[in-house]
Nanobody
Framework: QVQLVESGGGSVQAGDSLRLSCAAS????????MGWLRQAPGKEREFVAA????????YYSDSVKGRFTISRDNAKNSVYLQMNSLKPEDTAVYYC????????????????WGQGTQVTVSS
């Protein structure tokens, strides 16, 4: 069992940057594949990015590739999402998610979710 707490959301202008953070309450953080999902009003949950527990390989949706960067600090039990060149269509609630000892990164596979943090991008 792991608890995830996101921070760093807010309201910004198009073109601005934000950095989301997620702190995990576990002693085995390095064994979790971590990710970020988002959900905009009236839309389905969407995969944004993931970083695997083994090897640290990263994955991104086409809509954020080249603008967002996911990273992790196993010493701090934390995962981050650096979001640059934000667009109004990035507006959503962003969720930190985790999978224990798993290589799956599809949105439906994540076992643990944070409470979410709102990101609003205005034009």
């Amino acid at each position: 069992q792991v608890q995830l707490v996101e921070s760093g959301g807010g309201s910004v202008q198009a073109g601005d940057s934000l950095r989301l953070s997620c702190a995990a309450s576990t002693q085995t953080f390095s064994r979790y594949t971590m990710g970020w999902l988002r959900q905009a009003p009236g839309k389905e949950r969407e995969f944004v990015a993931a970083i695997k527990w083994s090897g640290g390989n990263t994955y991104y949706s086409d809509s954020v590739k080249g603008r967002f960067t996911i990273s992790r600090d196993n010493a701090k039990n934390s995962v981050y999402l650096q979001m640059n060149s934000l667009k109004p269509e990035d507006t959503a609630v962003y969720y930190c998610v985790a999978n224990y000892f798993s290589s799956r990164i599809d949105a439906s596979s994540f076992e643990y979710w944070g409470q979410g943090t709102q990101v609003t991008v205005s034009s």
